[in-house]
């Protein structure tokens, strides 16, 4: 049997989005060949398991006593390659993205650099910091969002130059820098590579978000936002997509499941961003993407954990 250390919760804005994945994944395992241990990291940073609190230290212990450990926390001090580097130092394969993939997509500024040197479209825009929002001038509308946030968390479209401060300060309130980019007009859609110990790479069905207006927190989980798998798109479009969302997934050095998400427009993909751990439940979009192409949720999390501990 495998035991496998399912990690959710996290010290920033995204801790009630990474329990949710957390929960459904432990519900999910097959528990004749799974033995689950569940440790949740508080909004102040202490770990627990159960009504059991512990130190950092009993809680690196407890990891040791685990095969495998699958990391669902979302955004800063999780996503970012903080929860990978813990697992490597404390030496138990993990499942996913290290630190350098993940520090590297949680920064979308960064992300913007590396797509752009390969040739991937992406959103015009400048990158701010608190000392530098103020003289930013107002130039139409735009999207501002904190470089590294995510679950679109302090996100605002802004369409009028009175409410840009505002947006600003909220993006600033989750992060030290923010971006504020152009308004890509174009289709969104998200695509999901998996990549394999033998170093293939699996692109499950492209979604389709349809979604009336903007694609904000409250649409994301609200339930308001269509998602299509297929979406209804070209051959050659599909495959644009995909090489770029392959390229993207190497160019970062992810492993396991990222999400890849673009605007197709009518000159190309323009990539949004990169998920190194995207949102995990059954209901989200990359579970649900490979549950198209055949790989149920349970399966999936069999087939990351085992490729977890291939890999190591």
């Not at 130190?55 to 929860?83: F, K, N, S, W, Y």
Request: charged share 20%; proline share 4%; with cysteine.
């Amino acid at each position: 049997m495998i035991r496998v250390a399912v990690i959710g919760g996290g010290q920033n804005c995204e801790h009630e989005v990474s329990l949710a994945s957390a929960a459904s994944a432990s519900a999910a395992f097959d528990r004749s060949r799974f033995q689950v241990v569940e440790l949740t990291i508080g909004v102040d940073g202490s770990w627990s398991h159960g009504a059991e609190l512990l130190t950092l230290g009993t809680a690196i212990d407890l990891l040791q006593t685990c095969d495998a450990v699958l990391p669902l926390v979302h955004g800063p001090r999780g996503e970012d390659g903080t929860l990978a580097a813990l697992c490597e130092l404390a030496g138990v394969p993990c499942v996913g993205s290290g630190l350098g993939a993940g520090a590297l997509a949680m920064d979308k500024w960064v992300t913007k650099l590396i797509a752009q040197a390969h040739g991937i479209g992406v959103a015009d825009g400048v990158l701010l910091t608190a000392a530098t929002a103020p003289s930013y001038g107002w130039d139409g509308v735009v999207v501002v969002k904190p470089v590294a946030a995510g679950s679109s968390q302090g996100v605002s479209l802004v369409r009028e130059e009175r409410d840009l401060a505002a947006a600003l300060d909220a993006a600033l309130a989750l992060d030290d820098r923010v971006l504020v980019e152009e308004v890509v007009v174009g289709r969104e859609i998200d695509l999901a590579v998996l990549g394999r110990p033998d170093g293939s790479r699996v692109v499950a069905p492209a979604l389709e978000i349809v979604v009336d207006g903007f694609f904000d927190f409250d649409s994301k989980y609200g339930g308001s936002a269509d998602f299509r798998i297929p979406a209804a798109i070209d051959a050659a479009e599909l495959k644009g997509l995909e090489d770029a969302a392959v390229t993207m997934y190497d160019a970062l050095g992810c492993a396991g499941v990222a999400r890849v998400d673009f605007f197709l427009t009518e000159s190309g993909p323009v990539l949004n961003e990169v998920n190194t751990i995207p949102g995990f439940t059954e209901q989200s979009q990359a579970p649900k993407m490979f549950a198209a192409a055949g790989t149920p949720y349970p399966e999936l999390l069999e087939l990351l954990v085992r490729d977890a501990l291939a890999g190591d």
